[in-house]
């Protein structure tokens, strides 16, 4: 048989490919699954959805935290005060709230309440958005039912686990409770500053009134305040209780609760607010309030946590000296019916503050003037002046003339004309000494621009002052307002050898159940040679003796001690320090108002008395002498070494290498004056104090 040719395949078409194979049919094919996948996956997702849900019906609410009493100790333990011993609340029903206050509550709180199942996830995706834009949490989203949730079952820690457990009681809660239940539990829960809670108690407290009674005005001022009672409350400070007003009317105008006429109307509305009543004075009460201000604006700690968490503060506050300071207080305004005080004492050696007195009476008025930084601390700013003048080349013997100068600054261009005290001037040269004893101003401003004003601010940023200043010669008469704390901490650095420790008022803060929520880790800096720090501190002792502007105190004190005073004519400063204490002390008045001769003088028997006080347990102690002081016997009036010819010698401290190293007369001494003083010297001037430094330095 021939075989036969099989056909070639050249230019014959492929058959058909199957249907099946297509890349449509494919496509189709896995569109068709994923659909079924996430029908599936949804299915199941209701399914668990539905099972949660029954499951969190099922569940019981648990019982409500257990509220707590907060303590407060001093250094040494002492109870200061508590804080809660059962919380004011009067409980009314829905009914009886105003509706201006619901609308308020929510247009500032939760605008979606009757629509959103307990978790707003409008108001998350939209907070999520805007803190993402910001890198940073700018807005929140919490609910009312969340709120209430988390201060009825849980603590205020900010951590995912906290925020989880409270959305799933929220959403708990919306099951088992309508929607006018938990508004009704939430405004007679919900804080509003001054240990009230509730909507009846605050209406009482803020406007005397039932919470039915409120208007539109009155409501918009109360339901501004739990977003930060210390900051919202009329009691601490109308202004921001009336702009969070408001701010609250035009949510609610933005919210359709209410229209723009009747907001602006409300707007006007004069409000009349109850003053708050009387309380039994406490101990330490600006200090307390300095404390709950660090505790709930810089360490975490809410206000409710403050004051019902069962937390213990304490505290650097030394009990004796607080009442002591106090006492002295009390008794050196007795005759000033309508002047003013403040006192801080700090230790030096740590930062902390020991006492504190920020006004007259504390009933009266809670402003702190220690921490007010508004007013001229006058010549008492002086010493930072002369700590840079001591870093640049002057001494104690540096002469200046006392007489009407009129000195010219930024390159010729301005001038500034100070003036003494009673325009009092010595016309002659003065030495470092006799400006400080008797604060001549003619001498601190020739100082300042010889340094330079940058240098000074620089060295005061060091020692703690923060208050705004300026690189002008007045700043070293002290025009630029600082606060008593500021110049407190300044001259603690210049009393511990020139190591700076911020100012501190908490030593630890424990929860409930003893776990340390903070504590105090103080740092220290040191800013000034303590060689400087000690010729500035045995030049500041001299406003104590004879002549200086202290003097008039100089019998009440029975130790060694330096400081400084300072006058305007609305202020009176004493500022000063031992080894062991440094206190600051102010005196004036409030408003614009000068204070007299008589009144300038209070300052210093307020410090004097205090320090004594304070320190009565403790033996007198000198001013450490440390490595590179080097002393001598100078004639002050010519500012050189002093010999058996220049009998008015006294005796100085020196940074080694600065001291004089000539004569007085052409002559030299026929001993070493810094070893051997000249006999007829000893005895014309010779004290119990000089022996004592003497001995010291020997």
């Known amino acids: 048989m021939t075989e036969q040719k099989r056909p070639s395949s050249a230019g014959v078409p492929a058959p058909p490919k199957d249907k099946e194979d297509l890349p449509s049919v494919r496509w189709m094919r896995r569109i068709k699954k994923m659909f079924a996948f996430m029908f599936s996956a949804f299915i199941l997702m209701l399914v668990l959805a539905a099972g949660g849900l029954l499951y969190l019906r099922a569940q019981t609410l648990p019982a409500t935290k257990m509220l707590q009493t907060s303590q407060m100790y001093d250094a040494h333990g002492e109870l200061i005060d508590t804080f809660y011993s059962g919380q004011n609340r009067q409980v009314v029903s829905l009914k009886d709230i105003s509706p201006y206050l619901i609308k308020a509550t929510l247009a500032v709180e939760d605008q979606h309440f009757y629509s959103h199942f307990g978790v707003d996830l409008k108001a998350v995706a939209r907070a999520a958005i805007v803190n993402i834009q910001h890198m940073a949490k700018i807005q929140g989203a919490g609910t009312i039912t969340q709120q209430l949730a988390r201060n009825l079952y849980l603590n205020h820690d900010r951590t995912w686990s906290r925020k989880l457990k409270e959305t799933v009681y929220a959403v708990e809660m919306e099951m088992k409770l309508s929607k006018d239940q938990i508004l009704d539990n939430y405004l007679n829960q919900i804080y509003y500053g001054h240990s009230t809670y509730g909507i009846e108690t605050a209406s009482e407290l803020f406007f005397g009134k039932h919470a039915s009674e409120l208007t539109l005005a009155e409501s918009a001022m109360i339901a501004g305040v739990p977003k930060g009672p210390r900051y919202y409350s009329p009691y601490y400070d109308l202004q921001n209780a009336m702009d969070r007003q408001k701010v609250v009317l035009q949510t609610m105008v933005n919210s359709g609760f209410i229209t723009q006429e009747a907001a602006d109307q409300a707007a006007k509305e004069k409000l009349t607010i109850q003053p708050l009543t009387e309380k039994k004075p406490a101990v330490a009460p600006y200090f307390r309030d300095y404390v709950r201000s660090i505790a709930t604006e810089q360490l975490g700690i809410s206000e409710e946590q403050f004051d019902e968490g069962g937390i213990k503060i304490y505290t650097t506050l030394d009990m004796n000296s607080q009442k002591i300071a106090e006492d002295v207080v009390k008794k050196q305004l007795e005759k000033y019916p309508d002047i003013q005080a403040a006192l801080v004492a700090i230790d030096p050696r740590t930062g902390a503050i020991k006492a504190m007195v920020g006004g007259r009476d504390y009933a009266e008025n809670q402003f702190n003037r220690v921490l007010s930084n508004t007013r001229q601390p006058g010549s008492s700013f002086k010493p930072i002046v002369y700590t840079v003048a001591l870093q640049n080349g002057y001494t104690p013997v540096t002469q200046v003339k006392s007489e009407p100068t009129v000195f010219t600054y930024d390159e010729g261009r301005q001038t500034y004309t100070p003036r003494n005290f009673n325009d009092q001037y010595v016309n002659a040269n003065i030495d470092m000494r006799q400006a400080i004893s008797k604060s001549d101003n003619i001498y601190a401003v020739h100082t300042i621009l010889d340094v330079g004003p940058s240098k000074v601010i620089d060295l005061a940023r060091k020692l703690g002052i923060d208050s705004p200043m300026k690189p002008l010669p007045s700043l070293a008469l002290g025009s630029f307002p600082v606060s008593p704390l500021e110049m407190a901490s300044a001259f603690g650095t210049i009393a511990n050898q020139g190591v700076h420790f911020k100012t501190t008022a908490i030593e630890r803060i424990e929860d409930a159940n003893g776990t340390i929520l903070y504590e105090a880790k103080p740092q220290s800096e040191k800013v ?171």
């Open 528 to 698: 000034i040679d303590p060689a400087v720090s000690y010729v500035l501190t045995n030049l500041m002792e001299s406003v104590f003796e004879e002549g200086g502007t202290g003097n008039r105190v100089a019998s009440t004190i029975k130790r060694p001690i330096a400081g400084k005073t300072g006058t305007t004519d609305t202020d009176a400063w004493m500022v000063g320090f031992t080894p062991e204490l440094t206190t600051a002390v102010w005196v004036g008045y409030d408003k614009d108002r000068d204070i007299s001769i008589v009144e300038s003088h209070l300052a210093s028997p307020i410090f004097a008395e205090f320090t004594e006080q304070s320190l009565q347990a403790i033996p007198p102690k000198l001013f450490p002498i440390p490595e590179g002081v080097t002393t001598a016997y100078i004639n002050p009036a010519s500012g050189k070494l002093a010999n058996e010819d220049c009998p008015d010698s006294v005796m100085e401290a020196f940074l080694s290498g600065t001291e004089p190293t000539t004569y007085c007369t052409g002559k030299p001494a026929k001993e070493t004056p810094s070893s051997s003083p000249q006999p007829g010297v000893e005895e014309k001037n010779s004290s119990w104090w000089n022996d004592l430094k003497r001995w010291w330095n020997e």
